[in-house]
């Protein structure tokens, strides 16, 4: 299996900030990355697929970028709404999430 | 509008098995296939396996094999899993997720919509 990892695995902002998530993949997976963001008791939700197509409905301040090994999601100023935790996924091969990373308020 | 609802939450002894249910609408079920992820409390995401909802084929998580099966019921536009020989490890919240793309497996794809979430607790 292609193992994930992210870092940090927990961070505090405050609302306004850039935020920037890092994704690694333990072998190169191409651009099959997937963002998601989860909120305390709710299912996650995709945000980013195929590394930077922004779902739609997905504010046009969250980004993604990055190929091969090496990802991010950036959240251009961070909002609210943006407080919640964010997993990677890989498509390259059976699906497997990163860790996540836990976005809190500062 | 696309919706995978769940069935209820439920409690096991160790060594039972639960089967939980996934009911699409909002879209042609035969043209996407599901996949079932869990979180156990306060961890992160486990892909379990994926179910063509087009002809049945499965692929399932290596650590699950023989433990688990995938089924879709066509007339009713509805996927289960069934996991057996429960441990207290797979206390977890279980969720079904369509594939984006049409006729396509995990591979190149990403999950959306997602079920609600299904709570397995597993005690004695």
């Known amino acids: 299996d292609i193992q994930m990892t992210q870092s940090p695995s927990s961070l505090s902002a405050s609302v306004g900030d850039r935020v920037t998530i890092t994704c690694r993949a333990s072998?190169?997976?191409?651009?099959?990355l997937n963002w998601y963001q989860q909120k305390p008791g709710k299912a996650p939700k995709v945000l980013i697929f195929a590394t930077s197509s922004l779902q739609s409905g997905v504010p046009s301040r969250f980004s993604g970028s990055g190929s091969g090994t090496d990802f991010t999601l950036t959240i251009s100023s961070l909002q609210p709404e943006d407080f919640a935790t964010y997993y990677c996924q890989q498509s390259y091969s059976n699906p497997t999430f990163g860790p996540g990373t836990k976005v809190d308020i500062k | 509008q696309v919706q995978l609802v769940q069935s209820g939450a439920e409690v096991k002894k160790p060594g039972a098995s639960v089967k939980v249910s996934c009911k699409a609408s909002g879209y042609t079920f035969t043209t996407y296939g599901i996949s079932w992820v869990r979180q156990a409390p306060g961890q992160g995401l486990e892909w379990m396996g994926w179910?063509?909802?087009?002809?049945?084929?499965?692929n399932y998580a290596q650590n699950l094999q023989g433990r688990v099966t995938m089924t879709t019921d066509t007339s009713t536009s509805t996927a289960y899993m069934e996991l057996r020989s429960l441990r207290s490890d797979d206390t977890a919240v279980y969720y079904c997720?369509?594939?984006?793309?049409?006729?396509?497996?995990?591979?190149?794809?990403?999950?959306?919509?997602w079920g609600q979430g299904t709570l397995v607790t597993v005690s004695s």
């Open positions: 997720a369509r594939g984006a793309i049409q006729f396509r497996p995990p591979l190149f794809n990403w999950f959306d919509p």
């Open positions: 179910i063509s909802a087009y002809n049945g084929n499965t």
């Open positions: 072998q190169s997976i191409s651009s099959y």
